[in-house]
């Protein structure tokens, strides 16, 4: 008999690609663990993130709502009062809802001051973190420069490992994030050409296992249904890693950047400014290619035997059959390809995710599946909401994704989105600046189906390239007049998208069904002429027997 779930395990990796699982045919890198949870649920192909970068992305996954719609557009941008998040949908379906680990939340206390929410309340708490109530935040950008610290909050995990013995104001940086250099200096892993380099801090005491136990700490304690989001740091940059990730892969190990001279052969401006960031010249040198990218496979492998360790723990104590496990990542990485660095443009390595959905409830027949449907990130919370149980379409008023409980169960929905959608505000970056383009038009957009890609630049041409002929994304048709008519059709679906009703989120569908017509019965009479027209039960409360004088 399938078991009921009663638990959700949410976990996500930081900037981690979508092919860099063996499940997902990497060749050198291998996860069993990861692949032993694909092998118990549904591994979807075609997962897309609704913005390549932390913040915005992790929005919409809290949110299940496209970027345009709750505004939190890039880093730091705050999410506005009032979005109703994951938590707000499970706690009154019984369900805890728990950080460990990193949001990228920016708490909007411009409206948290104007409606007098205390920021220590529990309302206020939920509403600076996404929701949740933080077990414990950390978002793992502890750097320290001339203008002071990037996070002004000091985590736990520096009170930690101060405990644990290790010196300094900022362990994070001096010993989870740097090497010893020569003499007394630290080898900064800031500085790429160090990343091969052992962190100083022991293997147990870095940041994957430290939030791990965390994560095995608050479930022994737990005694509601939870919704957990473990929210691994890595293996987003510094990429830098204790021994013996540090060394367990080398240069032998990598695939040979995805990347042609073809792309350079005058690029989109957009496209062209962004690959000439600093990051994007960095990792288009094989050396730092050769450096760096063996370590992000070995950060990876620690949060595979991590994982391991964290599915010994449920199994051993019962979790594993009431417990809905979801594995992802927030967007990839370009690691040099297409002559990028970071994230933030819609090639696949950047915008595509991976997403594994174990259900315990599931039948055995559909265990062990691929699915290769469009998924997006907002349909997450749609499906903790079925889960918890909900009912997700109540919600489709708020919620933009749709539950994937059908593919995690071997059945076929009756329809399914034909388009993934992706959006990018790129005013912070220089691009902007140098293209002259002011905040408000720093804007790309994605739509994407099974076979094309179409990025829509305001103020420029598009772009659009042939995922079935050019599966690397190498030749970009945007200008190309043979294939006008590819770019209108899906012009035209992302117009169609910008009409869709988003903002219409404190009356749902059924409400609105519910209460057509009942305003006369409440004796708003509008455009009758004569009493016979309607009703006399409409008239009741009007009709009386003209004999009632004035009091004087």
Request: glycine letters at 8%; one cysteine or more; hydrophobic letters at 35%.
């Amino acid at each position: 008999m399938p078991s009921e779930v009663r638990n959700i395990l949410f976990i996500m990796c930081d900037q981690l690609r979508w092919d860099y699982l063996s499940c997902a045919g990497h060749p050198t890198l291998q996860t069993p663990n990861i692949d032993k949870l694909a092998a118990k649920g549904v591994r979807f192909s075609r997962a897309y993130v609704q913005s390549p970068v932390c913040g915005a992305s992790r929005m919409s996954f809290y949110t299940g709502r496209y970027v345009d719609s709750h505004g939190a557009s890039w880093n730091g941008f705050p999410l506005k009062v009032g979005e109703i998040t994951l938590g707000d949908y499970l706690r009154p379906l019984g369900m805890d809802a728990v950080l460990i680990g990193k949001t990228h939340m920016k708490a909007d206390k411009e409206g948290m001051d104007r409606l007098g929410i205390d920021p220590e309340s529990i309302i206020g708490v939920r509403v600076s973190e996404c929701g949740f109530d933080p077990y414990e935040r950390d978002d793992g950008l502890h750097g320290l420069g001339p203008d002071g610290r990037y996070d002004p909050k000091i985590p736990k995990y520096n009170q930690y490992l101060n405990e644990k013995g290790y010196a300094g104001d900022n362990p994070w940086h001096d010993w989870a994030n740097a090497a010893q250099g020569e003499g007394n200096q630290l080898a900064s892993g800031w500085a790429m050409r160090h990343a091969r380099k052992p962190a100083r801090v022991a293997e147990e005491d870095s940041e994957t296992p430290y939030m791990t136990r965390r994560a095995i700490e608050f479930m022994r304690e737990a005694k509601a249904p939870w919704c957990l989001h473990l929210s691994y740091i890595k293996p987003h940059w510094p990429y830098i890693a204790p021994e013996p990730y540090n060394s367990m892969y080398g240069a032998k190990d990598l695939v040979p950047a995805v990347r042609s001279e073809e792309e350079r052969r005058d690029p989109h401006p957009v496209y062209r400014e962004f690959m000439k960031h600093r990051v994007s010249n960095t990792f288009s040198r094989d050396e730092v290619r050769e450096e760096v990218i063996p370590v992000y496979m070995g950060l990876i492998k620690q949060i595979d035997d991590q994982l391991g360790v964290l599915l010994k723990f449920m199994e051993e104590n019962g979790l594993m059959q009431n417990t809905m496990i979801v594995f992802t990542s927030d967007h990839g990485d370009y690691l040099g390809d297409h002559w990028m660095g970071e994230k933030d443009l819609f090639h696949e390595p950047s915008v595509k995710i991976p997403l594994i959905v174990y259900d315990p409830a599931a039948p055995d027949a559909a265990r062990g599946k691929v699915c290769d449907e469009l998924v997006e990130s907002i349909d997450l919370v749609p499906t903790f909401l079925d889960v918890a149980g909900g009912d997700s379409g109540e919600q489709s008023h708020r919620l933009e994704g749709r539950s994937l409980m059908p593919f995690l169960h071997g059945e076929a929905p009756a329809s399914w989105r034909r388009y993934a959608i992706s959006e990018y505000d790129y005013s912070m970056f220089p691009a902007a600046a140098n293209l002259n383009v002011v905040p408000r038009d720093a804007r790309l957009f994605m739509v994407s189906d099974k076979r094309w890609k179409y990025i829509h630049a305001i103020g420029f041409r598009p772009m659009l390239y042939d995922l079935e002929k050019d599966p690397n994304e190498f030749r970009d048709l945007g200008a190309d007049p043979a294939f006008e008519q590819e770019r209108n059709r899906l012009a035209a679906v992302l117009n169609n998208w910008g009409l869709r009703l988003s903002q219409r989120t404190t009356k749902s569908e059924s409400e609105i069904l519910r209460g057509r017509g009942k305003s006369m019965r409440k004796g708003i009479l509008i455009g009758v002429w004569d009493e016979k027209e309607i009703s006399d039960e409409l008239w009741s409360g009007y009709l009386g027997d003209g004999t009632a004088q004035r009091k004087t």
